[in-house]
């Protein structure tokens, strides 16, 4: 392939970044269209800066891009892919080096991202310098409640607390979340409801909104865990959601409760020099 180049992003417009995201990512695992002020909405989230994010161009053609989130010495790709079109072709590669070394240029140290288990892709970021840190686990809203063990379970009452007492009492449980469960980027999503049970081991993060209604869950322990799922399924009778659920005594009692995910993925990082 001839007139290949790799630009940073920092000069797209949302409606052309919009183009590029639907382009890209048709034919994926799931549906991940997006509109212009979805685009707006996943750039703030993620606090994507552009001027850090690349795109493999063909032709005067993006083919591909990247998109870089920072955070002090951290960051994260928070979306990276390869046009249909011109896939096998040898460009993801050659896209990732490029991204890594901008994130290099910044003063990061490491670099996340998080892959489903059966993405190509997977290949393409071991190779580059990716390693997988942990199993994460996506339970989404048609995931399905299985068959109950033989026991009964009653749940308990959850308080509203603001949001800095759950942070703070999330902190202390050294529970380790995953670059979309991070204090930071859950505040960003604004209108949620903090809930904890009493003894403050345990507690869940609602979002106003019946398509996403659990945010996050924690606990310090198994018991808390108990009593935070129970006490969630019972209050509302939509089919549990939860993203990005780090393999934890939270997975460990939805698992016993017939609760599996509908999907799996890796957390991984890069190490920068």
Not at 61 to 77: P, R
Not at 192 to 207: D, E, H, K, Q
Not at 215 to 243: H, M, Q
């Amino acid at each position: 392939m001839k007139n290949i180049r790799v630009i940073t992003l920092e000069d797209i417009n949302v409606e052309e970044l919009t183009d590029i995201w639907n382009r890209c990512w048709y034919g994926y695992y799931y549906d991940m269209t997006y509109t212009p002020e979805h685009i707006r909405a996943w750039l703030y989230l993620s606090q994507v800066s552009l001027q850090h994010s690349s795109a493999i161009v063909v032709e005067d053609h993006v083919a591909g891009f990247a998109l870089l989130s920072v955070d002090g010495i951290e960051g994260w790709i928070a979306g990276a892919c390869v046009d249909p079109e011109f896939r096998r072709k040898g460009l993801f590669t050659p896209l990732m080096h490029y991204q890594l070394n901008l994130a290099t240029g910044v003063g990061l140290k490491r670099v996340y991202l998080e892959v489903w288990e059966q993405n190509h892709a997977l290949k393409v970021y071991q190779s580059v310098g990716f390693k997988q840190v942990r199993q994460l686990n996506i339970y989404r809203p048609t995931c399905k409640i299985g068959p109950q063990p033989d026991r009964k379970i009653s749940a308990s009452p959850l308080e509203t607390v603001s949001v800095e007492q759950y942070y703070e009492n999330r902190r202390r449980a050294s529970f380790n979340p995953a670059w979309q469960r991070k204090d930071e980027y859950l505040k960003r999503h604004g209108n949620s409801l903090a809930v904890m049970n009493i003894t403050g081991t345990a507690g869940a993060l609602l979002a106003r909104d019946r398509f996403a209604p659990c945010l996050d869950a924690w606990s310090a322990n198994a018991t808390g865990a108990e009593e935070v799922i129970t006490s969630l399924l019972e209050r509302s009778n939509a089919p549990f959601s939860l993203i990005n659920q780090p393999q934890d005594v939270i997975v460990d009692f939805l698992s016993s409760s017939g609760i599996n995910p509908s999907a799996k993925q890796f957390e991984m990082c890069a190490e920068l020099s």
